[in-house]
């Protein structure tokens, strides 16, 4: 017996098959992996307001002649219509959604930090403040992607690298 997935989103945990009966059953989980992400975004200079393309890159390099700098996240809106255009279901996205990023910063002077600062519709959870010479993985995930009321929350995972 085989089984055929037709459609790129769509992972099998487990099949369970029932000869006697002649149906198979499985736990299917809807996954997205579609947001490449293996460029390097480079931002200098003060705080700025970071664009889509910026984080969806893989990963942001941050660099400042001061010690600590906090940038300004992408509104949700704007990051939830990225999402929707590169991802193969277009419009209709499931919740919980998301990708990851990893951010590095590096700055000229002892001390200080890097941090995100939110924007309309962002949660930012998590630590939030990376050290010098340090990076941390970063996961975006949808929350609500009914257009009008986007939310997304910016998650800084634990431990710095």
Known sequence: MSFIFNDPTVDSN???TDFNNNKATSNLIRTSNYFPR????AITGSATTLTVNNIMQGELNRSF???TVSDTLPTAAQIITEM???HPLGNSIPV???FEFIVYYTADNDGGFYSFTG?????VLGENNLDKNKGSLVLVIATNVSSGSEAVSVIWTNGEV
């Open 84 to 86: 929707k255009s590169r």
């Open 38 to 41: 293996c460029f390097k975004a």
């Open 96 to 98: 919980n959604t998301g």
């Open 65 to 67: 002649t001061g010690t």
């Open 119 to 123: 924007n309309t519709g962002i949660t």
């Open 14 to 16: 487990g099949i369970y």
